[in-house]
């Protein structure tokens, strides 16, 4: 399954949620480039340069993490894919992995929230830096500096979710990542959830739509 939208759209938390539903690994690009970053490889140092920027990360070295990761045993009994396709080329590169690991079966969930409420959750969005939790100002009650309600680390603001560049990667994502939905929507792929309601809310709207976890 692939989960696809807008940054702040809430991929990551829902994809969390369908991992676990389906008992299945969670592959998110933007948390492995997080990784790298903070473990400062080359990759990591040069990835957090463009994402605090707003921009993405060149898509051969994608196209070749997100390989490297689907083909690992972990993933043979299926995936949840998050932060990946985010253009065409990555879209097409996706196809060749899929053609050689023999998977032809999967679906683009698409979280459709507009921009102005985007806006305002990544404004209010905090991170635990050590567990990568992500909190809501307005939801939890905690802010940048308070202590994370599950370890007590101080939490932070993502530095890429200050405003300018918030503005940036909505520039990025409609001009370069809209796209790709165009290209699943041609395959009849792709399922459309309104992802502006609660976290529950939403999780059950998916769950209605790809029916229930797979039997082994
Ligand atoms: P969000 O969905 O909130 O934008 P992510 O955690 O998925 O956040 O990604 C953060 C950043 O990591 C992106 O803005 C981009 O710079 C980089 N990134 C993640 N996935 C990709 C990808 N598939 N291609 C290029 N860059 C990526």
Known sequence: ???????????????????EDFGVPHYSTGDMLRTAAAERTPLGTKAKELMDAGQLVPDQVMIGIVRDALKTPAAARGFILDGYPRTVPQAEALAQIFKDLGITTFTVINMDVDDEELVRRLGNRVMCPAEGTIFSSDLDDVRAGSPCPSCGKSLIQRDDDRPATVRERLKVYHAKTAPVLTF????????????????????????ALVGSPLQS
């Open 184 to 207: 699943y929507e041609k395959l009849g792929v792709v399922v459309t959830v309104d992802a502006s309601g609660s976290i529950d809310v939403v999780h059950r709207e998916i769950k």
């Open 1 to 19: 399954m692939l989960i696809f939208g807008p940054p702040g759209g809430g991929k990551g938390t829902q994809a969390k949620l369908l991992a």
